[in-house]
């Protein structure tokens, strides 16, 4: 009889155990629900229990950089130089690029006087006229910032000024000349391809040609019977040492042309100049625009592909 009462009373606990644990769950799950509007979340370590789940959140927008800033161009003084066929005013950058074999497909024309500066938003040092000697200019352009673009300075050697926006057009320039000081070889490209490569005279000792990019300024009648009867090609270059040149071609610029003998080819005996076939000379004069980039280096890495 003790047996049965122990046993009885041991069979109620478990019940009331066994039943306790459900209602105790369901109760805590009513109330997540009369609290939140949803169920509860499942207690940790109940059976079955999941781990809980982390809504990955969006990655931030990608921050937008502010359009870039064009520095504003000083006033330029009234009284400022122009550049000309004598030697450009003093002060503007070295060009970076001077070596750059890269094309300059692109010209710039000035439609009326056009303030020079030596950086963008810089000092203005001097003007750039819509014609040098009565002839129009168009030089190359070299670079693009924010609102600046820098150009070939006429009139100097391995120079170039930055010019704000307007008072100018451009123009393409599809043509390229390169010339190589050590083969003594002028090579003609078009869109990046040879056209025509010529063996050339150049600046004999103390009146090299002058290293660098350049461009075509402009064409002139020969002077003298000694240039072939064929129009010359001035240069925006001039001689490296002005003083080391003849009194009679004392502000003269580097010059492109052809001579009464082909001779002196392949040799070192100009002053400065390039002198090249009279065939060759009239070939260049009938295709090539004004403002089209001349580079001189001392010899290209690879000689260029006959054309």
Not at 100 to 125: F, K, Q
Not at 158 to 168: N, T
Not at 231 to 244: C, E, K, Q, T, V
Request: proline share 13%.
């Amino acid at each position: 009889m003790l047996l049965r009462r122990l046993t009885s009373r041991w069979t109620l606990g478990w019940l009331l155990a066994a039943l306790g644990v459900p209602l105790l769950l369901v109760t805590a799950l009513l109330v997540g629900y009369a609290l939140t509007g949803g169920p509860a979340p499942t207690p940790a370590g109940a059976p079955g229990g999941a781990a809980p789940v982390v809504t990955p959140t969006e990655p931030p927008a990608p921050t937008r950089t502010a359009a870039e800033s064009v520095p504003p161009a000083a006033p330029a003084p009234a009284d400022l130089p122009v550049v000309t066929y004598e030697p450009a005013p003093g002060g503007f950058p070295a060009d970076p690029g001077t070596g750059d074999l890269r094309p300059l497909n692109e010209g710039l024309t000035p439609s009326r006087r056009v303030a020079a500066y030596d950086a963008p938003g810089g000092r203005p040092l001097a003007f750039l006229a819509p014609t040098i000697s009565g002839v129009p200019l168009t030089t190359p352009i070299v670079e693009r910032r924010a609102g600046w673009t820098a150009v070939l300075l006429p009139s100097a050697n391995r120079r170039i000024a930055w010019l704000p926006a307007g008072g100018w057009t451009t123009v393409a320039l599809p043509d390229q000349l390169v010339v190589e000081r050590g083969p003594h070889r002028l090579t003609w490209y078009r869109n990046g391809r040879v056209v025509r490569s010529w063996a050339v005279s150049l600046g004999k000792r103390g009146q090299s040609t002058p290293l660098g990019r350049t461009f075509i300024l402009g064409r002139t009648p020969p002077p003298q019977s000694v240039y072939g009867g064929v129009d010359i090609f001035a240069l925006g270059a001039i001689p490296d040492d002005p003083d080391a040149v003849p009194t009679g071609l004392r502000g003269a610029h580097i010059g492109l042309h052809s001579w009464y003998t082909d001779a002196t080819l392949g040799k070192d005996v100009t002053n400065g100049c390039i002198r090249l076939t009279r065939s060759g000379q009239r070939q260049l004069l009938a295709e090539l625009p004004a403002g089209t980039s001349v580079v001189v280096v001392d010899q290209l890495a690879t000689p260029p592909p006959a054309a």
